[in-house]
C-alpha cells in the first residue's frame, strides 16, 4: 500500500477529484493548508502599512491506494492539477504499513 | 397582538397631537421637530454598534469580542453616568465658562418641558437623551488606540473618569451655555471639536503611553475580518446622518442642508482615499475606501450646518488627504494606534474645525458666520483656538488620568494574556468556535 500526498492549488480540486474518481478511488481526504515552494507569497497592504505574505493557501489531498494503483493515481492527479505555472504543487509517495477499516475490522488492501 | 398595540399607540399619538393643535394651545413642543430629533438619537445610538464592528475588522481574531465588547459596554457606562451626572456638568448651569454646575444632578429638572437655551422645539429630555449618544460613542472612539492589550477593568475606570473629567468638560465649552468657546463664537456644528479632537487626541495620549501592541513592527498583525469593518463603516455612515442632520435639533432648511453636506463629503472622502491608495501603493483598497468614509464623515462633522455642497467636496477630500498622510506618518513614527483613533479622529476632527473656518457660509445658516473664504479671516483663528484649547486640555488629562489609573487598576495584561488573546482571559469567551 502507498500513500499519496498531493498540495495542489485550491482551484484545482474539482479537477482532481473528477480525476481520481475516474481511476477508481473511492475515497479521500482533503485538508486546507498554508505553504510556499517556489511560488513565493505576495505583497499586502492594509491602510498603509505593507505585509509580505510568504505563506499561500493550498490544498493537501491523500489517498491510500494499492501498490499496483500509483501510476494511475498520480497520472490522475497531475491532470487534474497541471497548468504549467509556479505554483501547481507536488505529489509524495510513501509506503503504508498497513490499513484497518474498523467496522469489520478487516486489514491491508481490502480494508482501502 | 403587540403589533396592533404600536399601531394604536401611533393612532394615539397622532390624535393626541391633533388635539393640542385644534385647541391652539401654545405648547412650544413641535411634534415634527421631536420625532426627528429622537430618530436621529436612535441613529446615533446605533454608530457605536457600528463603530464595534468597524474597528471588531481590524483585530486579530482573538481579540475580536474584546475589541467589540469595548465600544459595545459604553451604550451600558456612559448612558448611566450621563443620567447620574455627566449631562449635568456638560449641559448644566454654567461656572465660569467652564464647566456645568450638579444642579441638574440625576438629571433634576430635565422634564418634558423644552430648554429653549438649547433646543426651543423639543422636550428636554429628548435634547438629553440625543447628547447622551454622543457622551457614549466618544470613548468608545479612543479604544482603537489600545486595542488587543488593555485590562477590561482598567478601561472601564479609565473611561467613567474620561468620560466626567474629558468629554463633560469639553462639551460645556463648546456647547453648553456659558460655555467659553461658545461665547468666543467657535463653530462646531456636530461636534468635530467636542468628539473627534478631544478622542482623537486622547487616544494619542493612551497609544504613547500603553505601548505597542507584542510583535508590533515584526510579526503580521493583519485584520482578520474586512466584511465586518465595510459594514461597520457602512452602519456609521447611516448613523452619522443622526449626527450631523440632527445636530440641528429641528426638522426642516437646516437639517436637510447639513444631511446633504454630510453625505457628499462622506462620498468625496471615499473616492479621495480610493485614488490615493490607487496612485500610492498601486491597488485600490476596500479598507482604504471605508477609512476615507470615516475620515470625510469626521472632517464634515463640525462643518456640516454651516457650508454649502460644493464647499462639503473640499471639506471631504481634504479629510481623507491630511488622514492619509496621518496614517503614513504614523508607520514610521513608531507608536501604535493600532486602529488610527488619532490618525482618523484627530487629524480629521483638526482638519474640519479648520475647514470650518475656510469654508462657512451666513449663505447656508445665518446663524453661522462666514469663514475665510468668505470674507472673514478670523474666523479660521477662533476655530484653531478651539482646536488649540481642546487638544491640549484633552491630552493632559488624559496623560495625568493614565498615570494615575494605570498603577492602581493595571491598563495592560500580561504579556501572556496578550498572546492568549483578549477575548480568552478577559471575557473568557472566544469570537469563533468550530462546529
Same mark, same amino acid.
Given at each position: 500500500?502507498?500513500?499519496?500526498?498531493?498540495?495542489?492549488?485550491?482551484?484545482?480540486?474539482?479537477?482532481?477529484?473528477?480525476?481520481?474518481?475516474?481511476?477508481?478511488?473511492?475515497?479521500?481526504?482533503?485538508?486546507?493548508?498554508?505553504?510556499?515552494?517556489?511560488?513565493?507569497?505576495?505583497?499586502?497592504?492594509?491602510?498603509?502599512?505593507?505585509?509580505?505574505?510568504?505563506?499561500?493557501?493550498?490544498?493537501?489531498?491523500?489517498?491510500?491506494?494499492?501498490?499496483?494503483?500509483?501510476?494511475?493515481?498520480?497520472?490522475?492527479?497531475?491532470?487534474?492539477?497541471?497548468?504549467?505555472?509556479?505554483?501547481?504543487?507536488?505529489?509524495?509517495?510513501?509506503?503504508?504499513?498497513?490499513?484497518?477499516?474498523?467496522?469489520?475490522?478487516?486489514?491491508?488492501?481490502?480494508?482501502? | 397582538?403587540?403589533?396592533?398595540?404600536?399601531?394604536?399607540?401611533?393612532?394615539?399619538?397622532?390624535?393626541?397631537?391633533?388635539?393640542?393643535?385644534?385647541?391652539?394651545?401654545?405648547?412650544?413642543?413641535?411634534?415634527?421637530?421631536?420625532?426627528?430629533?429622537?430618530?436621529?438619537?436612535?441613529?446615533?445610538?446605533?454608530?457605536?454598534?457600528?463603530?464595534?464592528?468597524?474597528?471588531?475588522?481590524?483585530?486579530?481574531?482573538?481579540?475580536?469580542?474584546?475589541?467589540?465588547?469595548?465600544?459595545?459596554?459604553?451604550?451600558?457606562?456612559?448612558?448611566?453616568?450621563?443620567?447620574?451626572?455627566?449631562?449635568?456638568?456638560?449641559?448644566?448651569?454654567?461656572?465660569?465658562?467652564?464647566?456645568?454646575?450638579?444642579?441638574?444632578?440625576?438629571?433634576?429638572?430635565?422634564?418634558?418641558?423644552?430648554?429653549?437655551?438649547?433646543?426651543?422645539?423639543?422636550?428636554?429630555?429628548?435634547?438629553?437623551?440625543?447628547?447622551?449618544?454622543?457622551?457614549?460613542?466618544?470613548?468608545?472612539?479612543?479604544?482603537?488606540?489600545?486595542?488587543?492589550?488593555?485590562?477590561?477593568?482598567?478601561?472601564?475606570?479609565?473611561?467613567?473618569?474620561?468620560?466626567?473629567?474629558?468629554?463633560?468638560?469639553?462639551?460645556?465649552?463648546?456647547?453648553?451655555?456659558?460655555?467659553?468657546?461658545?461665547?468666543?463664537?467657535?463653530?462646531?456644528?456636530?461636534?468635530?471639536?467636542?468628539?473627534?479632537?478631544?478622542?482623537?487626541?486622547?487616544?494619542?495620549?493612551?497609544?504613547?503611553?500603553?505601548?505597542?501592541?507584542?510583535?508590533?513592527?515584526?510579526?503580521?498583525?493583519?485584520?482578520?475580518?474586512?466584511?465586518?469593518?465595510?459594514?461597520?463603516?457602512?452602519?456609521?455612515?447611516?448613523?452619522?446622518?443622526?449626527?450631523?442632520?440632527?445636530?440641528?435639533?429641528?426638522?426642516?432648511?437646516?437639517?436637510?442642508?447639513?444631511?446633504?453636506?454630510?453625505?457628499?463629503?462622506?462620498?468625496?472622502?471615499?473616492?479621495?482615499?480610493?485614488?490615493?491608495?490607487?496612485?500610492?501603493?498601486?491597488?485600490?483598497? !476596500?479598507?482604504?475606501? %471605508? @477609512?476615507? &468614509?470615516?475620515?470625510?464623515? $469626521?472632517? /464634515?462633522?463640525?462643518? =456640516? #450646518?454651516?457650508?454649502?455642497?460644493?464647499?462639503?467636496?473640499? !471639506?471631504?477630500?481634504? %479629510? @481623507?488627504? &491630511?488622514?492619509?498622510?496621518? $496614517?503614513? /506618518?504614523?508607520?514610521? =513614527? #513608531?507608536?501604535?494606534?493600532?486602529?488610527?483613533?488619532?490618525?482618523?479622529?484627530?487629524?480629521?476632527?483638526?482638519?474640519?474645525?479648520?475647514?470650518?473656518?475656510?469654508?462657512?457660509?451666513?449663505?447656508?445658516?445665518?446663524?453661522?458666520?462666514?469663514?475665510?473664504?468668505?470674507?472673514?479671516?478670523?474666523?479660521?483663528?477662533?476655530?484653531?483656538?478651539?482646536?488649540?484649547?481642546?487638544?491640549?486640555?484633552?491630552?493632559?488629562?488624559?496623560?495625568?488620568?493614565?498615570?494615575?489609573?494605570?498603577?492602581?487598576?493595571?491598563?495592560?495584561?500580561?504579556?501572556?494574556?496578550?498572546?492568549?488573546?483578549?477575548?480568552?482571559?478577559?471575557?473568557?469567551?472566544?469570537?469563533?468556535?468550530?462546529?
Amino acid at each position: 500500500m502507498k500513500k499519496i500526498e498531493a498540495f495542489i492549488r485550491p482551484t484545482a480540486l474539482d479537477a482532481v477529484r473528477e480525476a481520481l474518481h475516474e481511476t477508481g478511488i473511492v475515497g479521500m481526504s482533503v485538508s486546507e493548508i498554508r505553504g510556499f515552494g517556489r511560488q513565493r507569497g505576495h505583497r499586502e497592504v492594509y491602510r498603509g502599512a505593507e505585509y509580505r505574505v510568504d505563506f499561500v493557501p493550498k490544498l493537501k489531498v491523500e489517498v491510500v491506494i494499492p501498490d499496483v494503483s500509483v501510476e494511475d493515481v498520480v497520472g490522475a492527479i497531475i491532470r487534474g492539477a497541471k497548468t504549467g505555472q509556479i505554483g501547481d504543487g507536488k505529489i509524495f509517495v510513501s509506503p503504508v504499513e498497513e490499513a484497518i477499516r474498523i467496522r469489520t475490522e478487516e486489514t491491508g488492501d481490502a480494508a482501502l | 397582538m403587540r403589533r396592533c398595540c404600536v399601531l394604536g399607540v401611533l393612532v394615539l399619538t397622532l390624535f393626541l397631537s391633533g388635539a393640542a393643535e385644534a385647541q391652539g394651545a401654545a405648547d412650544p413642543v413641535n411634534p415634527g421637530d421631536t420625532a426627528f430629533v429622537l430618530i436621529s438619537a436612535a441613529l446615533v445610538m446605533f454608530m457605536t454598534p457600528g463603530l464595534a464592528l468597524f474597528y471588531g475588522g481590524m483585530v486579530r481574531s482573538k481579540n475580536v469580542m474584546s475589541t467589540i465588547m469595548q465600544s459595545f459596554i459604553l451604550i451600558g457606562v456612559v448612558s448611566v453616568q450621563w443620567a447620574l451626572w455627566g449631562y449635568s456638568l456638560a449641559f448644566g448651569p454654567d461656572k465660569g465658562g467652564l464647566i456645568g454646575g450638579l444642579e441638574w444632578i440625576g438629571l433634576r429638572g430635565v422634564g418634558l418641558d423644552p430648554n429653549p437655551d438649547y433646543a426651543a422645539t423639543v422636550p428636554h429630555q429628548a435634547f438629553m437623551i440625543y447628547q447622551a449618544m454622543f457622551a457614549v460613542i466618544t470613548p468608545a472612539l479612543i479604544t482603537g488606540a489600545f486595542a488587543e492589550r488593555i485590562r477590561f477593568g482598567g478601561f472601564l475606570l479609565f473611561t467613567v473618569c474620561w468620560a466626567t473629567l474629558v468629554y463633560d468638560v469639553v462639551a460645556h465649552w463648546v456647547w453648553g451655555t456659558g460655555g467659553w468657546l461658545r461665547q468666543m463664537g467657535a463653530l462646531d456644528f456636530a461636534g468635530g471639536t467636542v468628539v473627534h479632537i478631544s478622542s482623537g487626541v486622547s487616544a494619542l495620549a493612551c497609544a504613547a503611553l500603553i505601548g505597542r501592541r507584542r510583535g508590533y513592527g515584526h510579526d503580521q498583525i493583519l485584520p482578520h475580518n474586512l466584511t465586518m469593518t465595510v459594514l461597520g463603516a457602512g452602519i456609521l455612515w447611516f448613523g452619522w446622518f443622526g449626527f450631523n442632520a440632527g445636530s440641528a435639533l429641528s426638522s426642516g432648511r437646516l437639517a436637510t442642508s447639513a444631511f446633504v453636506a454630510t453625505n457628499t463629503a462622506a462620498a468625496a472622502a471615499a473616492l479621495a482615499w480610493m485614488i490615493l491608495d490607487w496612485l500610492h501603493k498601486g491597488k485600490p483598497t !476596500v479598507l482604504g475606501a %471605508a @477609512s476615507g &468614509v470615516v475620515a470625510g464623515l $469626521v472632517g /464634515i462633522t463640525p462643518a =456640516a #450646518g454651516f457650508v454649502g455642497p460644493m464647499s462639503s467636496i473640499a !471639506v471631504g477630500a481634504g %479629510a @481623507s488627504l &491630511v488622514c492619509y498622510l496621518a $496614517v503614513e /506618518i504614523k508607520a514610521k =513614527a #513608531g507608536y501604535d494606534d493600532s486602529l488610527d483613533a488619532f490618525g482618523i479622529h484627530g487629524v480629521g476632527g483638526t482638519w474640519g474645525a479648520l475647514a470650518t473656518g475656510l469654508f462657512a457660509s451666513k449663505l447656508v445658516n445665518e446663524a453661522g458666520n462666514n469663514g475665510l473664504f468668505f470674507g472673514n479671516p478670523s474666523q479660521l483663528g477662533v476655530q484653531a483656538l478651539g482646536v488649540l484649547a481642546t487638544a491640549v486640555y484633552s491630552f493632559v488629562v488624559t496623560f495625568i488620568l493614565f498615570k494615575i489609573i494605570n498603577p492602581i487598576a493595571g491598563m495592560r495584561v500580561e504579556p501572556e494574556d496578550e498572546v492568549t488573546g483578549l477575548d480568552l482571559t478577559q471575557h473568557g469567551e472566544r469570537g469563533y468556535n468550530e462546529g
